[in-house]
Each structure stands twice: as C-alpha cells, then as structure tokens.
C-alpha cells in the first residue's frame, strides 16, 4: 500500500456527480410538480369543457368538501402518513443491517439473498400479494393495520436494503475499529462513526420507503380489506364519481411526497454517494 | 508503561489457507520502540490489529504487563492503534478528531479544548483546530493521527506504517517527530514497517517477520552482523554467501579455506556471509583469495564491483576511490576480514553461493 492516497472520505465521491447536482434536483423537481398544475385546476374548476384552454368557472366546492371534517379527509391523510412513516422506521430497521451484510461481506448463497431481495421488485406486485394474503388471512393480519404495515415492507424493504449495500459496498471498517481503538464503544462507534457516514444513504432509502408506502394502492386494498383507508383509496374512489374532488386530494396526496423530496434533496444530489452505490449491485 | 507479550499469538483467517500469523513469541519491552518488520503481507497489520483488540486471535495470548488481556475489549485496552492510512474522521474538524478518545471517557469540553491545544502543539501544528481533514496534506494528517492517538495517554502506541504513505523528505520528519515523542513520553511504542532502513534507524528492538512466523527478534545490529538464516541476511542487504563446511572457527568452501571466529553453527555445513561492504579488495594478507574483476558500476558515495572468484561470484562495495585503480579484469587480492564473517547454517532452500542480484540493496546509510 505504499504511496497510496491517504483516505480522507469514507466513502468516495467522483467530482463528476456534484456538477449534475442541481440539473438533476431541478429537473425531478418540475416533473413533480407539473403534474400538480393541472390537478389544482381541476380541483378548483366547476365547467370546464373542450376547447376551452382553462375552466370557464371555478368554484371552492371541492376544497371545501377536503377540509370538511365530516368527509375526514385529515384522518385519512394521517392515517396515511402514519403508516408510511411506521413502514419507513422498520425499512431503515431491518434495511441497513440487510445492507451492511450484503455490501460489506462476501458469504456463502450471496447472490441467492440478492435474488430474493430483488424478488418483489421484479415479480409483479398482485402475484405476491395474492400469495401474502392467504398467508395473513391464516395469521389473522388481514383488514388490520399491522397487516398492511406488514406487507407495505414487502415493497420497501429491498429499496431500503439495496441502497445501502450500495452505500456499504464503498464504505471502510476500519474507521469503526480506529474509533474502537480511541475509546469508542459499540454504540458510540455506530452513533458517532457510522451514521453520519451512512446517514445520506439512510435518508435516501427512507425517502423511498415513505413513498412507496405513502402512495401504495393495491397492497393496501388486498391487505386492509377496506377496513383500513389511505389516501389512495380515497382519491381512487372519487376518480370517477367527481373529478374535481380527485384532483384536491391529488394535490393533498402529492405534496408530501415533493416536501420530501425538497427536505432530503441536499443527499439525493450528485454529492451523495447512496444513489451512485445502487450501480454497485 | 507498560510490557507486552504475545504468546503463540495465531490468527488464521479461513480453515484451509496457512495462518496469517503463525505462533508469534514477542515480549516487547516497556518504555521502547519495537518494530514489527517484513514484506507486504506476512501479518504485521494483522498482528497490530490483534494486539490491539480488534480482531480476535485464533490460537495464543497476549499480555500485557503479564496479565492476558484477549478478553478485554478494545476501548478498555489502554492500546491505541494508528492505522496505515490515518483515518481521520471527515465529518469533523481537526480539534474534534484529536478530542474524540477523550469525548468517549467524558472528559470535559473545557478539558478537552485545552488538550487538543497542546497535542496540536506537541505534533507542530498550532492553530489547526477548525481545519477538515480534507484541507489537510499527507503528512498533516498523519500528525493529527497521532495526536488524537497521543491524547488518551495510552499505555500502549500501535503506529502501522506510520511513514510510508509519506514523501521522503517527510519521512525523515515523521520520523524525528515519532522518536522525539517517543522518547519524551516514554510509551511503549510498536511500530510496522516493510523498510529494514526504517526499522533500523527507528526501533531499539526489531522483529523480523515473514510468512506470518517470527524470524528474529533482535537489536537493530545483530540484523547486520549475526543474522540468524540467509533470508535475514539477505532481507538487510545482505548478498554473499558461500557455502561450505566449517569446523574449529574455519570453514571450507569451494573457493578457500577462511578463519571464521563468529559463528552460529558449530560444525558441519554452513553458509559463509559477508556484507559487501565488508570485503576489502587489493590489500592482500591473511583470509585472501585471487579474484578477477567482472564488473563495476560508480554510484557516487561508493563502488560496486562484481568480482569472479574461481566459478563463484561476490559483490563488493568499496569507497569510489577503487574504481580509479581496478578495472574490469584484472585480478585482484579479494579479503574477508575474519571478523566480520558470519557463518550461518545452510540454506533451507539449498540455493548456490552466487551473489542474488535480485535481492540485492542499497547499503544502509
Ligand atoms: N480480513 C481478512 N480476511 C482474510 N485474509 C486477510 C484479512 N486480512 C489480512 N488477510 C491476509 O493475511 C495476510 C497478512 O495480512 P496483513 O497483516 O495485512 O499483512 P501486512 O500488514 O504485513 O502487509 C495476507 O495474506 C492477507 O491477505
Ligand atoms: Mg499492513
């Protein structure tokens, strides 16, 4: 190792991904919030009819009907979010040690366990579904709440756990072993040398997980039964019978997921050495 | 201060490969520098890491002061390890890199500060606290290495190749700097190089490993002047060697009988060794043979020749003031000074006397 460069980062950052930093967040920013233009004046329009380029009257109807607390649009939006932060907090539970062990160690049946993490990727999501259901109909988890947390993870786990092998697949122990040698414990290694080390990745995983658990419409239908209502749900039940309706919940449904973007933007940038370790696997 | 001791200290990595380290036997002693010594890969690092508890041994015990301490975790040790390429943290600053040992035994931040100060001091860098590791050249950051090492007062000071990620005119720096705080501390230091030279200017006691198993654990000198087998010898620079049979302070070779006083083997087959430098060419007397100049090449602060005795051939290095006087070709009076013959027990690998150009260095100093 003579002559080799002295390691200053623990995990390495070409110069080339910081330039396409900001090209990158603007453009994922304007893809997300086009979409939203439309949808807002849908939400506020009360005729709008063909040629005509904008509604010809608006009204507040179906704002009002969001707010309404009888229509318990908030409770579904909560119930929603809660959920999805729930997935989230187990994603990054079982996610990072999943990835540790991938990206870090060589072991026996490796790819196997890459394989089956892939899995719910690949296969289409109402065929293990299908599969799950039968399982939780027999384990009493279906039209519950753990149910759908439970099979929200199917989704969101191999997101969780595929960034941050990536993100372990650059990264050095030995910087935990020279804290362990300064006088660091366990624990305090992990808080200390570890985290902030991996923390980008980590909020990039949580980022996904929230979403996709946030915007999960089948596994939820299956799983809750209609007992358990997300926004989703909602928003699909009213496609049809009111537009205007949809559209104000489209809104509702896709501002979360654009505050989170602009929140964690700073890690999902060409600085963040998470989204570039996915090419590792 | 503190002694340690390793004691058929094992490790092997997998169940079928040899071990990476072999039944190493050290005491190292308190208060010194020693240095772990060899080729890239025969387990210095390994060693270190073991000693300093981060990776566990798969056979033998350490002890420190006498007590096994293979069961104690790393950060109760009193060891601290410096690794090879510094690894500071890069998320903190330089005065939170040097306090992190002490924020870990939650001492003070007025504490803390004041100490970094004088760490900074200690390694020649005053006023870097609010510095990144990235702002910070190879050697700085090898300095902060060492103060946020020095910091905790540890009883042990583990320095894996402290300076060979370093220029060379840093080098020589580094290594002031080191034995300067090593001796004004006084903490028994280890030290891993692959350099001999560096070994050798540095370390009071050197052990010399290849393959994982200990080859000799010595001063510094002894390397030179009574290396205990032809790979030693030849790891220090070493590249003469005949061989032959001694008996009664002689030995008997293909190209002369020689009086050998220093010996490692009684009698019996051996190995005749002399450095280089100690050969004298053209002064005739006792312990001389006629030799023919093959080759030479003028370095500057001295000679080398290639000198053909009968079928076998040594290398002779010489003040420059010979070239002027031999040429190639002529035959000249070549001597081994009795004393500075080193008779050694034969070659394991049964390899011929010619000189081993491949392994053949430039003399110390
Ligand atoms: N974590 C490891 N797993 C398997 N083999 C290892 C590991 N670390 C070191 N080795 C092997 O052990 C031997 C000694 O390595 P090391 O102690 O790093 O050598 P050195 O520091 O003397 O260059 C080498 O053959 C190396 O490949
Ligand atoms: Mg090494």
């Known amino acids: 190792m003579a002559g080799a460069a002295a390691k200053t980062t623990l995990v390495h950052r070409p110069a080339w991904r910081v330039t396409g930093r900001w090209v990158g967040i603007t453009g994922l920013l304007a893809f997300l919030i086009a979409p939203i233009v439309p949808l807002f004046i849908w939400s506020i329009s009360f005729r709008w009819f063909y040629p005509a380029i904008l509604p010809t009257e608006y009204s507040a109807r179906a704002w009002t009907e969001v707010i309404n607390p009888n229509n318990d649009v908030v409770g579904v939006a909560w119930n929603t979010a809660l959920i999805a932060l729930v997935v989230t907090a187990f994603s990054i539970l079982l996610g990072v040690p999943a990835g540790r062990a991938l990206g870090l160690y060589e072991f026996r049946g490796k790819r196997l366990v890459e394989w089956l993490i892939l899995a719910p990727i690949i296969v289409p999501g109402l065929a293990v579904v299908l599969g799950i259901h039968v399982l939780f109909i027999r384990a009493g988890l279906s039209n519950s709440l753990p149910g759908v947390i439970l099979v929200h993870l199917v989704p ?18 030995d910087f935990e072993l020279q804290a362990r040698s300064l006088g660091a414990g366990r624990l305090a290694t992990q808080w200390y040398v570890t985290l902030p080390a991996i923390f980008p990745g980590v909020v990039v995983g949580a980022m996904f997980a929230f ?4 915007s999960q419409y089948v596994l939820t239908l299956l799983i809750g039964g209609g007992q358990v209502q997300t926004l989703p749900l ?22 979360p997921a654009v505050l989170v973007l602009l929140l964690s933007s700073r890690y999902l940038s060409g600085d963040s050495a998470a989204v570039g370790g996915i090419g590792n696997i | 201060m503190t002694q340690v001791k390793l004691s058929g200290l094992t490790k092997r990595f997998d169940e079928k490969s040899e071990p990476a380290v072999d039944r190493l036997d050290i005491e190292i002693e308190s208060g010194k520098l020693t240095a772990l010594l060899g080729p890239s890969g025969c387990g210095k690092t390994t060693t270190m890491k073991m000693i300093a508890g981060l990776l566990r041994p798969t056979d033998g015990d350490i002890l420190f002061d006498g007590s096994s301490i293979v069961g104690i975790a790393p950060e109760d040790r009193g060891a601290v390890m410096v690794f090879q390429n510094y690894l500071l943290f890069p998320y903190m600053s330089v005065a939170d890199n040097i306090g992190f040992g002490l924020k870990m035994r939650g001492v003070s931040r007025s504490e803390i500060r004041t100490r970094v100060r004088d760490m900074l001091d200690l390694v020649q860098m005053p ?28 009883n042990v000071l583990l320095l894996d190749e402290p300076l060979s990620n370093l220029d060379a005119h840093l080098r020589d720096e580094m290594r002031e700097l080191i034995s300067g705080i090593q001796t004004e501390l006084g903490i028994t230091t280890v030290f891993v190089t692959h350099d001999q030279e560096e070994a050798v200017v540095l370390a009071d006691k050197i052990a010399l490993l290849f393959e ?11 390397f030179y002047e009574t290396p205990g087998t032809v790979d030693i010898a030849k790891f220090f620079g070493g590249t003469n060697f005949i061989p032959g049979r001694c008996e009664d302070g002689r030995i008997t070779t293909a190209i002369g009988r020689f009086r050998a ?7 019996g087959e051996a190995v005749l060794s002399i450095r280089p430098e100690a050969v ?45 006087k031999l040429s190639d070709g002529d035959e000249v009076s070549v001597r081994f000074d009795p004393d500075k013959i080193w008779i050694l027990g034969p070659a394991a690998d049964g390899k011929d006397g010619r000189a081993d150009s491949d392994s053949a260095r430039q003399p110390a100093g």
Do not use: C
Not at chain 2, 300 to 314: C, D, L, Q, S, T
């Open chain 1, 156 to 173: 969101t786990l191999p997101y969780m756990t595929l960034v941050m092998s990536g993100v372990f697949a650059n990264y050095d122990t």
């Open chain 2, 261 to 267: 006083p220093h010996t490692a083997v009684d009698r």
């Open chain 2, 212 to 222: 994982g198993r200990l080859q000799q654990f010595d001063v510094p000198d002894a």
């Open chain 2, 280 to 324: 004298e060419l053209g002064g005739g007397g006792g312990n001389s043979v006629r030799g023919r100049i093959r080759s030479h090449v003028y370095v500057g602060r001295y000679a080398r020749f290639r000198v053909m005795i009968g079928e076998v051939e040594i290398e002779v290095i010489t003040d420059p003031g010979q070239v002027k």
């Open chain 2, 127 to 154: 006023g870097f606290e609010e510095r990144r590791p990235k702002q910070l050249s190879g050697g700085q950051q090898q300095r902060i290495a060492l103060a946020r090492a020095l910091i905790v007062q540890p």
């Open chain 1, 234 to 255: 909602l928003l699909f039940s009213f496609v049809r019978s009111d537009p205007a309706i949809a559209g104000a919940l489209s809104v509702v449904f896709i501002l």
């Open chain 1, 211 to 214: 979403i996709i658990s946030w």
